[in-house]
């Protein structure tokens, strides 16, 4: 399915446009239009593929791997390319997770977490009162964690094949001579206009005096010049060095506390994936201190002895073994997960057959069972993560997920240097008990600490069927990441269905606390009515996830598809 955007463009726009269109973004032959481009929700590529949450961004990775580059040079160019195109979550003032596998077999998992910086304590957000105080946790300057993603991009290189400075030119051209916004773009700025100005010291890219419209340009000179710098320091060019001092500069106009020494001191780091079978399919996943590895390989272990596929798709019984599934492992994640440089998080138990066997063994297949009561939550809905998803002519597969925390994260955009900061510190646990803004609760194991990094539930994933690759999959959503993850893999396996159709189908969720399913509105209405009767509060919500995902067909071609929940595209050949 294609969706043509149409965009206007008022005088100077036009101009503007004439003026830079005789640039190609992508290098000779291989031309990105950032003033007219569609989105693609699915298609089949003979070669080489990419899902992302936005065509431009897509479109990149596609050309950069048409250009040579293979799946991890790709994922470099479509991130920093996010950065520009996808302020909302694309980032490089965030963090996140890479997983990756080599045709030889080999597996790449690469942490560049945030981490809380050396002033940070486990009760900075607590008030005189001793009560978790949300608002410094989720916005403004306190709320940053120190970036990862420039130095997860470099620890990336390792694996890639052409130059970063021809990587990252594509996202200096789209920040330098602008693209234009779609309408949900346009719609998502409006929006966040007030907080923009409540929380960012200097005028920003993203606020202007008219309301911003489908088809306006965005130019983000100050980004441009900061990409400039990475692509002539390299790593050094982001942790030290001037952007390293604007970023400073910012925390002190705000009270922010990430130092000059946090950033040169920060590091990606290897994390081995965590790896288990379902079904005859080998799933790989993040490790610790994402929980997003652990819940999922929780999840089918729980599932696999039922027959599934017998229950039928979105049946009360297949939906309800699920949801008791979920509030299993998300109990465990309260509990028992964290960074594992802080904290001893017992992966061997908690993923094998006897500890998931025992949790299982009080599921009542005709009623719900309830919750701890406890302090309970409630979710707000956020997709501002993001992911992609690539697979290159060679099969390396990469699945990346990034993130700023909450849209646009702390919405505080770093003066001078043109990029938005995240506001990762409230996925640590504020306060025992307390529940973060996905409504998660954690406990010790997710304490604050200085250098720490916070728990997340991002799950970038691959599946290899007879060792081969098979399917490369993640989603943004917060704590309903690995659920949605989850669901689209059973939708595969169990219920064998194409790839547009597992991502697209509507989801469900249960995170232990609160003890409530969320369900998407499309969701079978009877269903929702025989699990209320059974005892389970269901609350309806707009989009879960947004999940990107290619699949291997036998025939060697790959099916992919984006989200139908936003503007997200793929791109391939
Ligand atoms: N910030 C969302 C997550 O890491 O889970």
Do not use: C
């Not at 965590?274 to 790989?284: D, P, V």
């Not at 994640?333 to 993923?351: E, I, N, Q, S, Y």
């Not at 690995?482 to 269905?497: G, R």
């Not at 606390?513 to 025989?530: C, G």
């Amino acid at each position: 399915m294609k969706m043509k955007l149409l965009f206007f463009f008022v005088l100077a726009q036009t101009i503007q446009f004439q003026l830079v269109a005789q640039t190609s973004i992508v290098g000779a032959g291989k031309k990105v239009d950032p003033y007219s481009y569609e989105i693609t929700k699915n298609a089949i590529y003979n070669r080489a593929a990419v899902s992302s949450a936005h065509p431009l961004a897509s479109k990149i990775g596609a050309a950069i791997m048409e250009q040579g580059g293979n799946a991890f040079d790709a994922a470099i160019a479509t991130q920093l390319a996010l950065a520009v195109v996808y302020p909302g979550a694309g980032n490089i003032g965030g963090g996140g997770f890479l997983i990756g596998h080599q045709p030889n077999g080999s597996l790449i998992g690469i942490d560049f977490r945030e981490a809380a910086p050396n002033l940070a304590n486990r009760d900075m957000y607590l008030d005189q009162n001793g009560n978790a105080d949300m608002t410094r946790s989720q916005s403004g300057h306190l709320a940053s964690g120190i970036p990862g993603t420039i130095a997860g991009l470099f620890a990336t290189m390792a694996y890639a094949k052409l130059p970063f400075s021809q990587l990252i030119q594509p996202a200096i051209d789209l920040a330098e001579k602008g693209f234009v916004i779609t309408e949900k773009q346009a719609s998502s700025f409006n929006g966040t206009r007030n907080e923009f100005l409540k929380n960012s010291s200097q005028p920003t890219a993203f606020v202007k005096e008219s309301k911003w419209k489908v088809g306006d340009t965005l130019i983000q000179k100050a980004l441009a010049a900061t990409l400039k710098r990475i692509q002539t320091n390299g790593a050094k060019g982001f942790y030290e060095g001037e952007t390293a001092q604007l970023i400073v500069a910012e925390m002190q106009r705000g009270n922010g506390i990430i130092s000059l020494e946090d950033l040169k001191k920060y590091s990606a780091k290897t994390r081995e994936p965590i790896s288990f079978n379902y079904r005859g399919y080998q799933i790989l996943s993040f490790a610790p201190p994402s929980s997003g590895g652990i819940i999922i390989n929780q999840l089918f272990k729980m599932i696999e002895k039922y027959p599934v596929a017998s229950y039928g798709f979105q049946t009360v019984k297949s939906v309800q073994l699920m949801i008791e599934a979920q509030r299993r492992a998300f109990a465990d994640r309260a509990a028992h997960m964290g960074d594992p440089d802080f904290w001893k998080v017992p992966v061997k138990t908690l993923t094998s057959d006897a500890y998931l066997a025992k949790r299982m063994q009080d599921y009542n297949p005709e009623k719900a069972s309830v919750s701890e009561n406890i302090n309970a939550g409630v979710i707000h809905e956020s997709n501002e993560t993001t992911h992609i998803s690539i697979i290159d002519a060679e099969g390396n597969m990469a699945s990346i997920t990034t993130t700023l925390n909450g849209g646009y994260g702390s919405k505080v955009v770093v003066g001078g240097a043109g990029f938005l900061l995240n506001n990762e510190m409230d996925d640590f646990s504020v306060k025992p008990g307390t529940p973060n803004m996905f409504g998660a609760i954690g406990g010790e194991a997710n304490a604050i600490a200085p250098g720490k990094r916070m728990l997340s539930s991002m799950t970038p994933t691959l599946v290899l069927k007879n060792k081969k690759p098979y399917v490369v999959i993640g989603t943004p959503g917060g704590t309903t990441i690995p659920t949605a993850v989850f669901e689209a893999l059973v939708n595969i396996i169990d219920f064998n269905m194409n790839a547009s159709d597992a991502i697209n189908k509507p989801k469900f969720h249960h995170q232990w606390l609160p003890d409530e399913v969320l369900v998407e509105k499309d969701f079978d209405a009877t269903v929702v009515k025989k699990l209320q009767a059974m005892g389970y509060n269901i609350k309806e919500v707009g989009g879960i996830g947004r999940t990107e995902i290619i699949r291997l067909l036998s025939n060697g071609k790959r099916e992919t598809a984006a989200d139908k929940r936003g503007d997200d595209s793929v791109a391939g050949f």
